[in-house]
């Protein structure tokens, strides 16, 4: 289980770039938001069993 953290940054990626036959560069703008999270709670997974042969398996 996570406990969401009021701590976030609002992010802008810019990638400008020139292709063939462009009279001018291409930009292209992205914007993403992270947040940070903590470990609040972490339960051991139990091992899986291979599943069990039947009298009609092979």
């Known amino acids: 289980m996570f406990q969401t953290s009021p701590t ?3 992010v802008e990626l ?5 292709s063939k036959g462009d009279k001018g560069p291409s930009t292209i703008v ?3 938001t992270i947040r940070a999270a903590e ?3 972490f339960q051991e997974l139990i ?3 291979p599943p069990k042969k039947s009298r009609f398996g092979r």
Request: glycine share 0%; net charge negative.
């Open 30 to 32: 992205e914007h993403l």
């Open 47 to 49: 091992p899986a069993e």
């Open 14 to 18: 810019t990638k400008s770039y020139w």
């Open 8 to 10: 976030s940054w609002f």
């Open 39 to 41: 470990l609040v709670h």
